[in-house]
Structures are given as structure tokens and as C-alpha cells.
């Protein structure tokens, strides 16, 4: 059993750092909230002062983070950065996402003292975090692949290998900008159905086994009360945020920028997106975005 340093205890990391802990390996959890340290303490995880004190000796660090700023300072820059604490035996996996050149930079940093960097961002949202049943599209040497691989295995139901440092992170920032598309496509049809007289739920289950089923109609539904376990029926909180998504089309057009790739659906998702954070909806559940689509006065 390893002992694992685990940096970023939010809706995602705090159910990633359980389930490691329930699989026997000691978790050294910090947070800058205090309320997701109590929580992870009561998961079994020892709790740490500071990001450096849950680091010194780890044989891994696993980071959970919103955004590549975060992932630079706790690695590279701030006062003391964990590249000046690691040993060279060390093995860092950020499962945050994040752009891929600040992946590729963070991980030439590490490489540059001795240390492993891969990335590893996950998806499966965090129903799939609390089941230990992610999707992690990892980044990073074959090497490093093959030394994070066993760690991940808790919180994993699929591992993949998209390629060198940064690859993970361009595999997932396509699967998130497809993600939004089929939200956005879902909640359009469904507002559809219904102003036509339509029960949202029976619509639902005709489309889902139909040709317009897909993963936000099928497992995360966005009109209230069709699905109890999602977002929708309670109230749009927990998931994964608006913000989150936003922030992830932000990378997919810079990443469609850099490469002259055409993204049409992409960039009116990002627009239906942005809209609707700059409605005041940024810390809701992405599948909120149903409520742009429905009559105010209804
Ligand atoms: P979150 O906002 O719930 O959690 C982030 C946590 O990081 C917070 O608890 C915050 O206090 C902590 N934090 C921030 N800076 C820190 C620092 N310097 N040191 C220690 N802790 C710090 O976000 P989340 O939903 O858990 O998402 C985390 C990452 O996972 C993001 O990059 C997101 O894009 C990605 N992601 C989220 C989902 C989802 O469904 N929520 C799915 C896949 C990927």
C-alpha cells in the first residue's frame, strides 16, 4: 500500500480521496477548506496543515484542482513549491483539467529536479468519483503509465494511455466539448417536447431508446424530477459546475485555435454556456442550462 498525498477535496477529490483510503492506502488529504478536511477525516484520511506537510515522504501526490493556475502554483511557483519537497521517487498524478501546455510545462518543471508528472483528468462526473468508476486518460511516459496505473485502479473503471505529457488533456477537453454539445441538443429537445404537451419523462425514456439517446439524457438528465439521483432534482447543486464547463470550452478553443480546427457546435455551446453563467447561474450544475431554454413566466 502506498502513501498518497492528496491535494483538493471538492465535489470530485473528496470522493477520489475516500475511496483510496477505503482501499487500504494511507491518504494525506489538504484542502483550503476546513470543511472538506473534516469530511475527508471522516472517510478515513489523515488530515495535513499544509499541501507540503501532506507531501513530504508521499510516494504519490494526486491533485484535484479547478484550473491550471492552481496546478502551477502548488507545483512550480508560490513560496515552496512541491517539485522542492518531492523525493525523486515521487510520482505525480493531476487529475484536474487544465490546459495542455501548463500540463507539459508543470511536467518539464518535474523532470527537471527528478520528479514524474502525469496528467490524468478523469471523467464520469461525480456520481462516477463517489463509485469509484472514473474514466482517467492519462498523459505521461509509458513508464509513468505504468507506475500510476495501480494507485488509479480504486477510483478507476477505465485507465487509458492517449499519449505523452498533455495528451490526457487534449482527449478530454474533445470529450467535454462533445459533452456540451449533447447537453445543450438534450435540454433543447426536451423544453421542445414539453411546450408541445409532451411529459418530460416519457419524452425522455422514447429519445433514450431511440437514435437521440446519449450520456446527458441517459444517466444525468436535465429537466427536474425526471431522474432522481441527478443534479436536476436537487435543485442544480453538486456535479459539475457551469464554471467548470465554461472554463473546459475556454481550453477547447484554444486548443481549436492553435490547431485551425473547425468547431462550430462548439463555439455556440460555448456561447449558450457563457450566456448563461453571465446570467448568475455560474455555481449550478451544468444541466441548468435547461432553464435558458424555459418560458419565465411558465
Ligand atoms: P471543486 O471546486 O468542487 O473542488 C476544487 C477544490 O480545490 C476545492 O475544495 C478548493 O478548496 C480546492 N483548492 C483550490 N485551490 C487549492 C489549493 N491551492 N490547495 C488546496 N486545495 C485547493 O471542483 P471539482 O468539481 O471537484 O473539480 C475539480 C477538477 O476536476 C476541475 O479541474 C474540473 O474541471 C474537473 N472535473 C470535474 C468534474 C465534475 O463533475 N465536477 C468532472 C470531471 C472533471
Same mark, same amino acid.
Given at each position: 500500500?502506498?502513501?498518497?498525498a492528496?491535494i483538493?477535496? =471538492?465535489?470530485?477529490? =473528496?470522493?477520489?480521496a475516500?475511496? #483510496?483510503a477505503?482501499a487500504g492506502?494511507?491518504v @494525506?488529504?489538504f484542502?483550503?477548506?476546513?470543511?472538506a478536511?473534516?469530511?475527508a477525516?471522516?472517510?478515513?484520511?489523515?488530515?495535513?496543515? *499544509?499541501?507540503?506537510e501532506a507531501?513530504?515522504?508521499?510516494?504519490?501526490v494526486?491533485?484535484?484542482?479547478?484550473?491550471?493556475?492552481? $496546478?502551477r502554483?502548488?507545483? $512550480?511557483?508560490?513560496d515552496?513549491p512541491?517539485?522542492d519537497?518531492?523525493?525523486?521517487?515521487?510520482?505525480?498524478?493531476d487529475?484536474?483539467?487544465?490546459?495542455?501546455?501548463?500540463?507539459r510545462d508543470?511536467a518539464?518543471?518535474?523532470?527537471e529536479?527528478g520528479?514524474?508528472?502525469v496528467?490524468?483528468?478523469? *471523467?464520469?462526473?461525480?456520481? !462516477?468519483?463517489k463509485a469509484g468508476?472514473l474514466t482517467?486518460?492519462v498523459?505521461?511516459?509509458?513508464?509513468q503509465?505504468?507506475?500510476?496505473?495501480?494507485?488509479?485502479?480504486?477510483m478507476? /473503471?477505465n485507465?487509458?494511455?492517449?499519449?505523452?505529457h498533455?495528451?490526457?488533456?487534449i482527449a478530454?477537453v474533445c470529450?467535454?466539448?462533445?459533452?456540451?454539445?449533447?447537453?445543450a441538443g438534450?435540454?433543447e429537445a426536451?423544453n421542445? !417536447?414539453?411546450?408541445?404537451?409532451?411529459?418530460?419523462a416519457?419524452l425522455?425514456?422514447?429519445?433514450?431508446?431511440s437514435?437521440? !439517446?446519449?450520456?446527458?439524457?441517459n444517466?444525468?438528465?436535465?429537466y427536474?424530477? $425526471?431522474?432522481?439521483?441527478?443534479p436536476?432534482s436537487?435543485?442544480y447543486?453538486?456535479g459539475f459546475?457551469?464554471d467548470?464547463?465554461f472554463?473546459?470550452l475556454?481550453l477547447?478553443?484554444?486548443?481549436?485555435?492553435?490547431?485551425?480546427?473547425?468547431v462550430p457546435?462548439g *463555439?455556440?455551446? @460555448?456561447s449558450?454556456?457563457n450566456?448563461?453563467k453571465?446570467? !448568475?447561474n455560474g /455555481?449550478?450544475?451544468?444541466?441548468? #442550462?435547461?432553464?435558458f431554454?424555459?418560458?419565465k413566466d411558465?
Amino acid at each position: 500500500m502506498a502513501t498518497i498525498a492528496f491535494i483538493g477535496l =471538492g465535489n470530485m477529490g =473528496g470522493p477520489m480521496a475516500a475511496n #483510496l483510503a477505503k482501499a487500504g492506502h494511507e491518504v @494525506r488529504a489538504f484542502d483550503l477548506s476546513s470543511k472538506a478536511l473534516d469530511e475527508a477525516k471522516s472517510q478515513g484520511c489523515s488530515v495535513a496543515n *499544509s499541501a507540503q506537510e501532506a507531501a513530504k515522504g508521499a510516494d504519490f501526490v494526486i491533485s484535484m484542482l479547478p484550473a491550471g493556475k492552481h $496546478v502551477r502554483g502548488l507545483y $512550480v511557483d508560490g513560496d515552496t513549491p512541491l517539485f522542492d519537497v518531492l523525493s525523486t521517487e515521487a510520482l505525480v498524478i493531476d487529475c484536474s483539467t487544465i490546459d495542455a501546455d501548463t500540463a507539459r510545462d508543470v511536467a518539464t518543471a518535474g523532470a527537471e529536479k527528478g520528479i514524474g508528472f502525469v496528467d490524468a483528468p478523469v *471523467s464520469g462526473g461525480v456520481g !462516477g468519483a463517489k463509485a469509484g468508476a472514473l474514466t482517467f486518460i492519462v498523459g505521461g511516459s509509458e513508464a509513468q503509465f505504468a507506475q500510476a496505473k495501480p494507485v488509479l485502479e480504486p477510483m478507476a /473503471k477505465n485507465i487509458f494511455h492517449a499519449g505523452d505529457h498533455g495528451a490526457g488533456q487534449i482527449a478530454k477537453v474533445c470529450n467535454n466539448m462533445l459533452l456540451s454539445i449533447l447537453m445543450a441538443g438534450t435540454c433543447e429537445a426536451i423544453n421542445m !417536447g414539453v411546450k408541445n404537451g409532451l411529459d418530460p419523462a416519457v419524452l425522455s425514456e422514447i429519445m433514450k431508446q431511440s437514435s437521440g !439517446g446519449n450520456w446527458a439524457l441517459n444517466g444525468y438528465n436535465p429537466y427536474p424530477g $425526471v431522474m432522481e439521483n441527478a443534479p436536476a432534482s436537487n435543485g442544480y447543486q453538486g456535479g459539475f459546475q457551469v464554471d467548470l464547463m465554461f472554463k473546459d470550452l475556454g481550453l477547447a478553443m484554444d486548443v481549436s485555435q492553435l490547431s485551425a480546427s473547425p468547431v462550430p457546435m462548439g *463555439s455556440a455551446a @460555448r456561447s449558450l454556456f457563457n450566456l448563461h453563467k453571465a446570467n !448568475g447561474n455560474g /455555481k449550478l450544475d451544468f444541466s441548468s #442550462l435547461m432553464q435558458f431554454y424555459q418560458d419565465k413566466d411558465a
